[in-house]
């Protein structure tokens, strides 16, 4: 399917729940695809508004499904924000961060000094919130103050509520929402519909947005974000959105598949 675009594309922005896999159950055979995506030619980067995941821990599972990845590849939302943060504050400073491990570990890295602690009062450059499940009303008064005396607000990824075998309970998005009912400060949110995790991952592959294809299950947020950036998108019809609802998707992705093998020519 790859074949029928024009011009070829160089490398391929994947999503991974719904395209690479549903909960712990690979869609196809990843080693096969991703052999067989090599063997076209293309570079491929992975990109997930998951934040609570590190980049290590995608790696073990994408090796247990025998593909082999460089930690270049994989783009988190937490690692966007991070990116997106070190680009907007060059000096870096002080961070509050609502959120877990993934967001606080990135932004350190990156040269920040991030405060969970809601007892402290310490100005900060930022107000950054994802899912944190230790969420507490004083966590939430903290950055409610942050923002309110004028610290910037950055949410990792809009995503209100996540599946779980229980059904779905809240998400990052809702933790936002909270924060923005408080302060009437809508965030600046870093993960898909916005166009950075895309951006980024092009990037990182040394390509061009018109050298590159977003594979996605989502059209609120794959398939929205990569029209947004102006990138030609492939739908698989292996995750959330419908074969009827990406007819009616306007304008219609590029290529729409039944699953990443297909796309892939196996
Ligand atoms: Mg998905």
Known sequence: ???QLSPPVRGLIL?????????????????TIFARIQARGLQVALATNNATKT??????RLRGFGVELEPWQ?????????????KIFPQKGMVFVVGENGIVSDLREKGFTVITDPNDETP????????????SYHKLRRATLHIRAGAPFYGTNPDTTFPTPLGLVPGAGSILAALEAATDVKPIVIGKPSPF????????MGLTKDESLVVGDRL???IAAAQMMGCRC?????????????????????????????LAGI
């Open 15 to 31: 999503d991974m729940d719904g395209v690479l896999w549903r909960d712990d159950t690979p869609i196809g055979d990843l080693h």
């Open 55 to 60: 980049v290590d821990e995608y790696l073990v």
């Open 124 to 135: 900060v450059v930022a107000v950054v919130a994802g899912i944190d499940r230790a969420l």
């Open 220 to 222: 609120e947020t794959d």
């Open 74 to 86: 994989i783009i988190t939302s937490s690692l966007a924000t991070a990116h997106t943060l070190e």
């Open 197 to 204: 995790l895309f951006e980024l991952a092009a990037e990182r």
């Open 234 to 262: 492939a739908l698989v019809l292996s995750g959330v959105s419908t074969h009827q609802q990406a007819e009616a998707w306007n304008p219609k992705p590029d290529l729409i598949a039944k699953d990443l093998s297909e």
């Open 1 to 3: 399917m790859l074949d």
